[in-house]
């Protein structure tokens, strides 16, 4: 399910401006506002919308480039993010009560070997993995419902923080 839905938001369009080769964009320049203007892809953005330096696009309600499916976040796929994240987080956690759960029977029911180090160590780094994984993704979660609730994006909940 999690590679499904990254692929699902790396292979979305988040809402691309596209260019209308037919406008003059020194033309458009006397019939807008210059920060209306988009001088790289020669757009007319909508106020919400962002160039992405990464992707060399603008992109409707710019949230971020996500480095994580390689594409940027935006109007249309937002919602796919945020599925992807949270399938993210729930696998971090089942990762983490399985280990503990192996760990626990094996040692408890399992007649536990000592010298078996290997096993011993193999779960502990992947719990400890999982939750150093699952703290940054549950921010992650938290701070993309906190945008989703109030109804902004991340540059846009930053800037009024700067204010």
């Not at 406008?23 to 920060?35: A, G, N, R, T, V």
Request: include cysteine.
């Amino acid at each position: 399910m999690s590679l499904f839905s990254n692929l699902l938001v790396k292979f979305s369009d988040p809402g691309y401006l596209k260019c209308d080769d037919s406008l003059d964009f020194i033309s458009l320049l006397k019939e807008f506002q210059p920060h209306s203007l988009c001088p790289y892809c020669k757009v007319i953005k909508d106020p919400r919308a962002r160039h992405c330096n990464i992707c060399d696009v603008c992109v409707s309600r710019f949230d971020h480039h996500c480095p994580w499916v390689d594409n940027c976040i935006g109007r249309a796929n937002t919602k796919r993010f945020y599925c992807f994240i949270l399938t993210q987080l729930i696998y971090l956690i089942m990762v983490i009560f399985a280990s503990i759960s192996f760990f626990v029977v094996e040692v408890k029911f399992g007649g536990h070997k000592s010298g078996n180090a290997w096993d011993d160590l193999s779960t502990i780094v992947a719990v400890g993995l999982a939750l150093g994984g699952s703290s940054s993704v549950g921010l992650l979660v938290l701070v993309q419902a906190q945008n989703f609730c109030s109804g902004q994006t991340t540059p846009e909940r930053l800037s009024k923080a700067k204010d």
